[in-house]
């Protein structure tokens, strides 16, 4: 797989990265975890570098997973994790005090089986900690060796703009796709600015864009797409008229809605690195294969099109998670 450089930050990572969290959080029961580990080690057979987790994925132990899977090659790849929940679990207060920085930093190095983390995010903005001293605390950490690159996730274009301004952030990780396109106001303009590699997660929207999701999926409880308002049953029906579009496109292409979904987001920006998750070998083949796939004049324009006329239903988080966002 080609790979592409985060920004201007000198970070180079394969073109699409693997999303870990899903193998032990937020998508019903995870799988097993020697499958969960096998599957890692295919994704970087198959060209993939760039890993990302958190703290809070499992309560670490997503973070655990991912330091067992690549610890025969962890020189080979770029490990991305994150701090700022209090306690490391989701749905904990937000904290970003530096000294939970530096020990959220430090019990991540131990479960990643490694002595740095090439990128380490803040997970969510913490109103009650100024930007400056996250990233003062990050820059630290760097300038000790324990962390490589500071990256941001779902922050708004001003918190970049005053933490860039304290230690450079390489990646700003946020939801994008075709189905959530809040980005392209304000975050990607001030990323190219900057010469910020953006991340997206849920470049598939949390699988909805595969095409394997209709009115009559049913989710676990323990699945998060259980409480997202975007996935209820009423307003999927209204949500598959954009996948039936690109599944359209799709077929004319030889390919499937995922491919087109990556391939387009791969078209937007040569620094931009989308990180889909899968816990199936098949689809992780699906999505490397979208890497090498070039869209034409013409698919853009007939996805532009789709994503005029088509509206999508329903808020991406429900409101205890959408508090988090900084906006």
């Not at 049913?218 to 975007?230: A, G, H, N, W």
């Not at 209820?232 to 008229?241: C, I, P, Q, Y």
Request: hydrophobic share 45%.
């Amino acid at each position: 797989m080609h790979t592409r450089e985060l920004g201007r930050s000198g970070l180079k990572v394969s073109a699409l990265g693997l999303g870990c969290m899903g193998l032990s959080f937020a998508y019903g029961p995870p799988p097993d975890r020697q499958l969960a580990i096998r599957l890692i080690r295919a994704a970087f057979e198959r060209g993939v570098t760039f890993f990302d987790t958190a703290e809070v994925y499992g309560a670490g132990a997503n973070e655990d997973l991912l330091g067992e899977a690549v610890e025969p090659f962890r020189d080979s790849v770029v490990l991305a994790t994150k701090f700022g929940f209090a306690e490391a679990k989701v749905g904990a207060a937000l904290d970003s005090r530096p000294e939970r920085i530096r020990r959220a930093t430090e019990e991540s190095l131990k479960r990643l089986r490694t002595d740095h983390i090439d990128l380490l995010y803040q997970h969510r903005v913490d109103p009650d900690v100024p930007i400056e001293d996250v990233a003062g605390t990050v820059r630290e950490l760097i300038a000790e060796g324990k962390v490589r690159h500071f990256g941001l996730s779902e922050a708004g274009a001003a918190s970049i703009r005053r933490a860039h301004a304290v230690q450079p952030v390489t990646a700003l990780q946020s939801e994008y796709s075709l189905w959530w396109r809040d980005p392209e106001r304000e975050v990607l303009p001030v990323c190219a600015e900057l010469g910020i590699g953006f991340v997206p997660f849920s470049p598939l929207g949390r699988g909805f864009l595969t095409g394997q999701i209709d009115e009559n999926t049913r989710f676990d409880e323990t699945d998060l797409r259980s409480i997202v308002p975007r996935f209820k049953r009423e307003v999927r029906h209204a949500n598959l008229a954009l996948v039936e579009r690109i599944r359209a496109l799709a077929t004319r292409r030889a390919a499937t809605p995922a491919q087109i979904a990556l391939a387009w987001l791969l078209a937007r920006k040569p620094w931009i690195v989308p990180i889909p998750g899968t816990s199936k070998l098949h689809r992780l083949e699906e999505n490397v294969a979208a890497a090498d796939m070039a869209l034409t004049v013409e698919d853009l324009r007939d996805i532009n099109a789709a994503l005029t006329e088509v509206r999508i239903e329903g808020e991406r988080y429900p409101p205890q998670l959408a508090r988090a966002v900084d906006r």
